[in-house]
């Protein structure tokens, strides 16, 4: 069974782009978490998604975010018009329907230069 | 809002100690986690502790939770040097009843010396 699967793992973008980071939760997973992790820090809730459904949006900057978990694929955090403040490891925890544990991906290291 | 506080952030001790990190959290939770991350690592569930009293042991670390309290410790018994890493604890906030999210302390740095 393949953990939480996460990519890219290192992405470099220009002040002003978009950055788009997929998650793939576990095999039987319906529920997707999106923490970020900015340097020397703990890891900070950002969005909690179900299928389809977003459930928990309370730590997400209230611009240029976004995500989304469709019927089909993987969950996406979009960041637009990236700046440098937005540099971090992003990572995606999953768990199944009804259980608390959260297991971890490896995470998205966003650099903006 | 709940808030989780570890200390000490930063820890640097010699092989062969015992020491004890230390988390306090604000509010009533149901769980409290603790995490091990190596550096540009993913986090390592280390401990699930779900009750008032639970007291987890794996190798050299044993984990304890005082509800009451609100406090959590993590101990480490005769260090060694492949402890080195950051521990994280975290506290989940109950949602809805498909799921919670999971608040965490700003982390403590541990480094073992030879």
């Known amino acids: 069974n393949a953990g939480v699967m996460q990519n890219p793992r290192h992405l470099v973008r220009r002040r002003g782009q978009e950055a788009r980071l997929r998650c793939s939760p576990m095999?039987?997973?319906?529920?997707v978490y999106w923490y970020r992790q900015l340097p020397e820090e703990g890891l900070k809730f950002m969005v909690y998604?179900?299928?389809?459904?977003?459930?928990?949006e309370s730590g997400m900057p209230k611009e240029r975010f976004s995500a989304e978990f469709p019927k089909e694929g993987p969950s996406i955090l979009r960041i637009q018009q990236v700046v440098r403040g937005d540099s971090a490891a992003y990572f995606c925890?999953?768990?199944?329907?009804?259980?608390?544990?959260?297991?971890f991906g490896p995470g998205t290291r966003l650099t903006v230069t | 809002e709940l808030k989780v506080e570890q200390n000490p952030l930063f820890l640097s001790m010699q092989e062969g100690k015992n020491y004890t990190i230390y988390c306090n959290y604000s509010?009533?939770?149901?769980?409290l986690y603790w995490y091990r991350q190596d550096p540009g690592k993913s986090l390592e569930s280390l401990f699930v502790?779900?009750?008032?009293?639970a007291v987890k042991q794996e190798g050299r670390l044993m984990a304890s939770l005082d509800t009451k309290a609100r406090l959590s410790t993590l101990h480490i018994t005769a260090a060694v040097h492949d402890l080195s890493a950051t521990y994280f604890c975290?506290?989940?906030?109950?949602?809805?009843?498909?799921?919670?999210?999971?608040?965490f302390g700003a982390g403590t740095i541990l480094r073992v010396k030879s």
């Open positions: 925890a999953s768990s199944p329907l009804l259980r608390y544990e959260q297991y």
């Open positions: 095999k039987g997973h319906s529920h």
């Open positions: 998604l179900q299928k389809e459904n977003i459930i928990d």
């Open positions: 509010t009533t939770s149901d769980r």
């Open positions: 502790l779900l009750s008032n009293g």
């Open positions: 975290a506290v989940d906030i109950k949602g809805t009843e498909y799921g919670n999210k999971l608040v």
